[in-house]
Antibody, heavy 118, light 107 residues
């Protein structure tokens, strides 16, 4: 059964760069899209973007100018970088798998709370 | 961008009763809709995809219906473990968007 485990810095100052990594255990890395989704405290979910095993990416237009996703297939890991963070980027960030051609998210990582505060 | 609107924001239901949650899309998304359950401090869990197909391991008391712009998630007889927040998500186009969630609480 595939599991996603994520990690990264939990406290950032404004203007810094958010960096998170998600590792895939127990399943194939290829044939899937790997996504990042975030949830501000007490609010709904926001899709950030996706990357496939070939490195092709698709980002949310609202975040596209600040987002970079990458992957390391040899380690079954993918990563998120979000530059120039502000308090509005404070959220729980989740990684999630999307089966190519399915477009829904399953499973999800455990989530990482990232707080942006001076 | 397609706007997803869920109602109500909070639904108070007694155990054993039926819960009916609504999700509306700002334009037609055909049947390209998923539902997720999220418990406090946990990641969302996939319940339904294709508007009406239960994900693996999801109990039969969960059912989804609808197409186009109007969708319903029904929990036929609420169990204690079903009290949670439920999110809908479309995947008809990019960007994927979610509703704001419906919290199902114990009445």
């Amino acid at each position: 059964q595939v599991q996603l485990q994520q990690w990264g810095a939990g406290l950032l100052k404004p203007s810094e760069t958010l960096s998170l990594t998600c590792a895939v255990y127990g399943g194939s890395f290829s044939g899937y899209y790997w996504n990042w989704i975030r949830q501000p405290p007490g609010k709904g979910l926001e899709w950030i973007g996706e990357i496939n095993h070939s490195g092709s990416t698709n980002y949310s237009p609202s975040l596209k100018s600040r987002v970079t996703m990458s992957l390391d297939a040899s380690k079954n890991q993918f990563s998120l970088r979000l530059t120039s963070v502000t308090a509005a980027d404070t959220a729980v960030y989740y990684c999630a798998r999307e089966v190519a051609g399915s477009d829904w998210f399953d499973p999800w990582g455990q989530g990482t709370l990232v707080t942006v505060s001076s | 961008e397609i706007l997803m609107t869920q109602s109500p924001a909070t639904l108070s239901v007694s155990p054993g009763e039926r819960a009916t949650l609504s999700c509306r899309a700002s334009q037609s998304i055909r049947s390209n809709l998923a539902w997720y359950q999220q418990k406090p401090g946990q990641a969302p869990r996939l319940l339904i995809y294709g508007a009406s197909t239960r994900a693996t391991g999801i109990p039969g008391r969960f059912s989804g219906s609808g197409s186009g712009t109007e969708f319903i998630l029904t929990i036929s007889s609420l169990q204690s473990e079903d009290f949670a927040v439920y999110h809908c998500q479309h995947y008809n186009s990019w960007p994927r968007t979610f509703g704001q969630g419906t919290k199902v609480e114990i009445k």
